[in-house]
């Protein structure tokens, strides 16, 4: 059987219409807003075919994003970034902005603070995750004249989790925590750690924390109680609460982490894994209501 040759010119004009097929559908970024921001901003960015984005860019660093249209894509501003090029890449190609989206931080937060901003891990917990811990970080800010006498007290923490739609209560301690001193420079440089001093103000009914004290350390916290298994049923999230009382001086961040076995401690193997953490809580002569949750995943 003979096979059928095209004519040359019919190949060419094919070829030619499929590389112009593809440039038309080839994104491109023409707008960035805002330009500048915290890490975990919510940056919308503007342009055309930018359906079927795999991968968003802050430099070299991947992105949470969401795509709304061909026309428009939210993404939250990475991790560790600072003057970052925005690349979207698509099967046609990719494209870059034509500004630089700058990351500008909270001042009142120290260089070594890990994560600056509140975040939900993009990555879900593991299917065989059987419980949950609440957790908290406190700790004194040295640039703050009298940082020494800095103190976090903690009234009560509370862990709940969304179980086919209803609300389960793993966690509710009051005037209790457990915790430990970690190292602060590089940030959680190692699982060694001291014990964490407590004492306990009774008027207040709260734990009280002289981060000031031992402002070398990272003050990390955790539910009093056991950590407590998952209801069975459809995980949607969990959100911890925690009454404190930040003096002039310190700092709290809370959290929380999934883990596949309620017993086993922290170690190798993967037992735990971070659902997130919020946004920093600063000094006021109230108490003050802090607040994590997973529920609904990244906050575009």
């Keep these: 059987m003979r096979c059928k040759r095209w004519p040359q010119a019919f190949l060419f004009l094919f070829l030619a219409a499929g590389t112009a097929s593809a440039q038309l559908n080839k994104p491109e970024v023409l707008r960035i807003a805002p330009t500048g921001g915290p890490e975990g901003t919510a940056v919308r960015i503007e342009g055309e075919n930018l359906e079927g984005v795999s991968a ?4 070299n660093i991947p992105a949470v994003f969401e795509v709304n249209s061909g026309e428009e894509i939210v993404s939250l501003v990475p991790h560790r970034t600072s003057v970052s090029t925005i690349t979207v ?4 190609g990719r494209a870059s902005s034509a500004f630089d989206f700058v990351t500008v931080n909270d001042p009142r937060l120290p260089d070594e603070v890990s994560y600056k901003a509140g975040y939900v891990n993009p990555v879900p917990a593991a299917p065989d995750s059987r419980s949950a811990m609440l957790w908290g970080i406190a700790l004194a800010d040295i640039r703050v004249p009298g940082y020494e006498s800095a103190t976090v007290e903690i009234a009560s923490t509370q862990l709940s989790c969304r179980i086919n739609g209803q609300d389960a209560v793993l966690n509710d301690d009051v005037g209790s925590v457990r915790g430990g001193l970690y190292r602060r420079t590089p940030w959680f440089g190692s699982d060694a750690h001291e014990a964490m001093p407590m004492m306990y103000d009774r008027p ?3 734990v009280v924390l002289r981060v000031g004290q031992r402002a ?3 003050w990390h916290f955790w539910a009093a109680s056991p950590r407590a298994e998952l209801p069975a049923g459809r995980l949607d999230g969990c959100t911890v609460r925690v009454r404190a009382k930040i003096s002039a001086g310190a700092l709290l961040q809370i959290g929380m982490d999934y883990w596949r076995n309620a017993t086993v401690g922290y170690g190798s193997g993967g037992n735990n894994h971070e659902a997130g953490a919020s946004n920093w809580y600063f000094p006021s002569d109230r108490w003050q209501e802090a607040e994590f949750s997973d ?3 990244p906050k575009f």
């Design 89 to 92: 890449i698509t099967p046609q």
């Design 56 to 59: 968003v860019l802050f430099a």
């Design 216 to 218: 070398d350390r990272i």
């Design 204 to 206: 207040s009914h709260a």
């Design 295 to 297: 529920i609904g995943g």
